[in-house]
């Protein structure tokens, strides 16, 4: 297994947690017909905003997750992997990550979002203990809002 750090991103990983977001959510503009939303943010004012904590394996970024503080709980905005290091555990190890984090700052619930097309999204979430708590429009599409209590 290869050696692993996870560390706080800090205004200088901007443009690489842009990169690793950009080629993670790469597959999905043919199912949705767009970029999805994390593809367009700016990661500029996300590092300064939100809590984005960078797996490295290597010396090599291959994982992210993003959370925003939410009043009532932790919300998971961007869960992304290397596509050339998916299949490993490290969407499995970020999402972990999460949890404790979320624990870590007395939250009792996590929460997150994504495309309802994203099936195998969906799946890996609800195999993770995440359950289906609704569907909204979006974008002409659907989202699906997930939460877990940890």
């Known amino acids: ?10 205004p200088a990983d901007a443009a690489a947690i842009a990169a690793l977001t950009r080629a993670a959510y ?8 767009r970029a ?4 367009t943010a700016d990661y500029d004012l996300a590092v300064r905003e939100h809590l984005i904590d960078l797996l490295f394996a290597e010396g090599a970024l291959v994982a992210l997750v993003e959370c925003i503080h939410e009043p ?18 490290y969407g499995r190890r970020m999402l972990g990550h999460a949890e404790a984090l979320a624990r870590e700052l007395g939250f009792t619930e996590l929460r997150l979002y994504t495309n309802k097309l994203f099936a195998e999204n969906v799946a890996f979430y609800r195999k993770q203990g ?5 569907e ?12 877990r209590r940890v």
């Open 1 to 10: 297994m290869a050696e692993t750090e996870i560390r706080r991103a800090v």
């Open 26 to 33: 790469e597959k999905w503009i043919p199912v949705i017909g």
């Open 36 to 39: 999805p939303k994390p593809m």
């Open 72 to 89: 009532d709980h932790l919300l998971i905005e961007n869960l992304a992997v290397d596509p050339a290091q998916q299949g490993r555990g």
């Open 130 to 134: 995440y359950r289906l708590d609704a």
């Open 136 to 147: 909204s429009a979006f974008k002409g599409g659907f989202i699906v809002h997930m939460s």
